[in-house]
């Protein structure tokens, strides 16, 4: 899929970070989710690449990028060393600074991304997503039975691994099509990509150590952020879907709200697959965000 887009592969430290490219303009980076790829942008990203230069990038573990090793402090897969992929994929693209649009496990990395590297960010979109700490810290029953894959994926190997790896479609179809709107949500093609790459050696490694990551390393980080007062200072934009387990067990803007100081945003009429459920609406709200001087945003 996006054959459209022009395939390049980006080498950070050993790391090969697979990406595509298209579109003339302001540059803005395009981060994907879980259990998901670069293709989950596939009805969103030829159009955004009329208006600017779109880079989309398989994150480390994910697609068809590397899967690093596991270590036993869960460093390789933490959402800092992810952002310092995106930020070498984009100055291998010629850009040290832009805007970034991402969704779910992207958005955690575009959260420490704009955190870390403030200097790189313009401006950020992040869909359906509330800061990571916070999702622990208040978990709930229904948030823990809704996103059971946060919990499973953080035990300790080779548990998880071994179930994943035992039928890794499964395993796809069943965190996917377990959510608002179904598998009839994703294209045929963009489905087979997903599960495609799930079973790709590495894979059941890499996406436990990413969520091991978060729970453990990635936290630090965060309380660290809290600890010295440090927010967002770019502007933030953030999208929910109305029928996501976000929007039942988390006052989203709230949440942001504590962690950035210039945050818009609202929900949209879908589940958690926003660039998949909802693609008109999203390209319309970054159409409107990102053409917007961030001096201009509320």
Known sequence: ???????????????????????????????????????MWHRVAPTLARHFTVVLMDLRGYGDS?????????????????????????????FERFDVLAHDRGARVAHRLAADHPQVVRQLMLLDIAPTLAMYEQTSEAFARAYWHWFFLIQPPPLPEALIEADPVRYVRSVMGSRHAGLAAFDPAALAEYERCGALPGTAASVCEDYRASATIDLEHDRADIAAGRRLMQPLRVLWGEHGVVARCFDVLALWRERATQVSGHSLPCGHYIAEEAPARLIDEALSFFQTDPKDHP
């Open 66 to 94: 590397a899967r690093p090793a596991p270590d036993a402090a869960h460093h390789a897969h933490s959402k800092r060393e992810m952002a310092l992929d995106a930020v070498a994929v984009m100055a291998a693209h010629g």
């Open 1 to 39: 899929m996006l054959n459209e887009f022009a395939s390049r592969t980006v080498d950070r430290d050993g790391v090969a970070l697979h990406t595509r490219v298209a579109g003339d303009g302001p540059p803005l980076l395009l981060l994907h989710g879980h259990p998901q790829c670069m293709a």
